[in-house]
């Protein structure tokens, strides 16, 4: 199982964008990078997926280096409504795969 | 759409006492999941099920156990309810399709043993 490494938490002013790293360098060539985020104690939410290319959402665009080895979650402009943990993982598109949420980063956007 | 629906959202329990804790789906996904969080933990798989009729134990399996009986609810299982299974429970289900979205979860079950 590709595992990921995040930085435990970060802070960002409100309205600027928020960069959330991802260290994924032992993802397979089918996984792709999903992220999700927990706001208080509800259900993590899906924000959004990718294989190679970069994708954008009406939430957030997910940039993924070329080695695939990395990624970075972008939150455009950053509101008070985004502090949340945020889980970065990797896994297979679809079908069943065993896969390990860590701790997350922990995002604090300050007013 | 509902999406995933957990039932109860909050219980008690005292020491020894059984329960069971109810996910429903209506996305006809194939796959179901059981986490657990603690404070300052990430989710931690206990069981899984691939399909009906089938399940598979996760990281922390001890002390649960799971049933699927139909393809749209799968069923948590206390039998004799210990303080260190005071926890926040999530389920969560994933479709067979490629391009998914991956997990859909639900909105927790807050359980505690005193």
């Known amino acids: 199982d590709a595992k990921t490494t995040q930085p435990p938490s970060m802070d960002c002013a409100e309205g600027r964008a928020a960069n959330l790293p991802c260290n994924h360098s032992?993802?397979?060539?089918?996984?792709?990078v999903y992220w999700y985020r927990q706001i208080h104690s509800q259900g993590p939410q899906y924000i959004i997926h990718g294989l190679k290319n970069n994708e954008t959402n009406e939430m957030a665009s997910l940039i993924i280096t070329e080695d695939r080895k990395s990624s970075t979650l972008i939150l455009p402009h950053a509101t008070l409504r985004d502090t949340a943990v945020y889980y970065c993982i990797v896994r297979v598109s679809g079908g069943y795969q065993k896969v390990t949420f860590g701790t997350g980063t922990k995002l604090q956007v300050i007013p | 759409n509902a999406g995933v629906t957990q039932t109860p959202k909050f219980r008690v329990l005292k020491t020894g006492q059984s329960m069971t804790l109810l996910c429903a789906q209506d996305m006809n996904h194939e796959y179901m999941y059981w986490y657990r969080q603690d404070p300052g933990m990430g989710l931690r798989l206990i069981h899984y099920s691939v399909g009906e009729g089938t399940t598979a134990k996760g990281e922390v399996p001890d002390g649960y156990n799971v049933s699927r009986l139909k393809k749209q609810n799968f069923l948590l299982g206390l039998e004799s309810a210990a303080p260190s299974q005071t926890s926040v429970y999530f389920c969560?289900?994933?479709?067979?399709?490629?391009?998914?979205?991956?997990?859909?979860f639900g909105s927790g079950t807050r359980l505690t043993v005193v």
């Open positions: 969560a289900s994933s479709p067979q399709a490629t391009g998914s979205n991956g997990y859909t």
């Open positions: 032992t993802i397979s060539g089918n996984e792709y």
